[in-house]
């Protein structure tokens, strides 16, 4: 069965400061990887994705995210925080083989607030 | 493109009652899912389907039915709701392969 989590129930950070929302998995065969971003009322909007390649991967909004295999992380990062930033993230990851290749597993969010 | 659409916004129901949460895609997309979001818990996944007159049930299941006669609509139904399914349900959709997720505005629920 593959698995998401996320340490951090909220992430505090203050504006122009680099944030960072944890994110480890666990699946079977070799990931996918996504973050989604879900504001107030909103529904999820994709931030990036980690297919194969390069494990620094860029997205939206300037958030870029790290793939470590051997630490089985992929982590959300960005050098300088917004007070639009501010938001709910969540992790997801998809087995690229096999059974539950289908499904795409959530972890249960972080909440980040950006602090002027 | 519209993208992904959900209707309704909001509804309310008694205990027992029945109801259809309606979803639709206009990108041609294979597969389609369902997801209910309750606080601390993320997002879990319902049923999903995989293309036209395919579906599955995902880790929550329970008191929910879905069917897909066209590749465009993928339509939820409680057969008789309960309180414990008050929840935001999420639709979403994507193409195979390694595509993202697209999802939809959501439903909130609301069960008495």
């Known amino acids: 069965a593959q698995s998401v989590a996320q340490p951090e129930d909220q992430v505090n950070v203050a504006e122009g400061n680099p944030l960072t929302v944890k994110c480890t998995y666990s699946?079977?065969?070799?990931?996918?990887l996504f973050w989604y971003v879900q504001y107030p009322n909103r529904g999820l909007q994709f931030l990036l994705k980690?297919?194969?390649?390069?494990?620094l991967v860029k997205g939206s909004y300037g958030f870029e995210a790290e793939f470590n295999k051997s630490q089985t992380s992929f982590h959300l990062k960005k050098p300088s925080a917004l007070v639009s930033d501010s938001a709910l993230y969540f992790c997801a990851v998809r087995d690229n083989s096999g059974a539950g290749s289908y499904q795409l597993t959530f972890g249960k969010g972080t909440k980040l607030s950006v602090i002027p | 493109n519209a993208g992904v659409t959900q209707t309704p916004k909001f509804q309310v129901l008694k205990t027992g009652q029945s109801m259809t949460l309606q979803c639709a895609q206009d990108m041609n997309h294979e597969y389609m899912s369902w997801y209910r979001q309750d606080p601390g818990m993320g997002l879990r996944l319902i049923h999903y389907?995989?293309?036209?007159?395919?579906?599955d049930q995902g880790e929550v299941p329970n008191g929910y039915n879905v069917s897909r006669s066209t590749t465009e609509d993928f339509p939820l139904r409680l057969l008789s709701a309960a309180p414990s399914q008050t929840s935001v349900y999420f639709c979403a959709s994507r193409l195979s392969g390694s595509g993202e997720q697209f999802f939809g505005p959501g439903t909130r629920l609301t069960v008495l």
């Open positions: 980690y297919i194969t390649g390069d494990n």
């Open positions: 389907s995989v293309g036209a007159g395919i579906t």
């Open positions: 699946v079977s065969g070799n990931p996918y």
